[in-house]
């Protein structure tokens, strides 16, 4: 069985959970292109890296999710007026639970995979089952924010989208969610 993200549920909150998410890093890469396909351009290069693509050719153990989520960069070497707004995503491994900081990792061979570290954080989940697309990730999307401004929540970072199954699991036994951390006060 696939190794997942750590995290503690704090509290259920309708159909939702709050999650304390542990201290971890991630391998991550940046994508240009439609929601639906971004994630499967993402997964080639960070696939590599944990099979041994990097520097001292060590393999690391999956985990789940895959994490998408749009990029908050801006591309200094384009006008404003020529950039495309939300095309491009950032998808993200969560590295095991050993890897404790990015010395622990081996350097990736890829320039285009980053290693990053991320605090632990709380975070609102809205976990389902079914497709992989745009649409649907919208419309859970909006639920969960509406859902957080009636309970009083304050958003505090992007939203992403958490698959946790292979693309040929059957699309109503696949695991996604939609996180949304949120501040610590409430």
Not at 116 to 121: A, K
């Amino acid at each position: 069985m696939t190794k997942q993200q750590v995290y503690d549920v704090e509290r259920k909150v309708g159909n939702y959970e709050l999650r304390r998410y542990h201290p971890c890093v991630v391998a991550e890469v940046t994508v240009s292109g439609a929601f639906e396909k971004a994630g499967n351009a993402g997964f080639r290069p960070l696939i590599n890296y944990i099979s041994g693509a990097n520097h001292g050719s060590k393999k690391v153990s999956m985990t789940a999710p895959v994490i998408q989520e749009l990029s908050t960069k801006i591309d200094v070497s384009q006008p404003a007026l020529q950039t495309q707004h939300g095309s491009n995503h950032v998808i993200s491994f969560v590295m095991p639970a050993e890897f404790q900081t990015l010395a622990d990792l081996p350097v990736p061979n890829d320039s285009s995979v980053v290693l990053r570290e991320i605090p632990g954080e709380l975070v609102a989940v809205d976990r389902f089952s079914g497709r992989w697309s745009e649409a649907i990730y919208n419309e859970r999307l909006t639920a969960l924010r509406a859902h957080l401004a009636m309970a009083g929540f304050e958003v505090i970072g992007s939203p992403r989208f958490a698959r946790f199954d292979p693309p040929w699991t059957p699309w109503f036994m696949r695991r996604n969610e939609i996180q949304i951390p949120v501040a610590e006060s409430i």
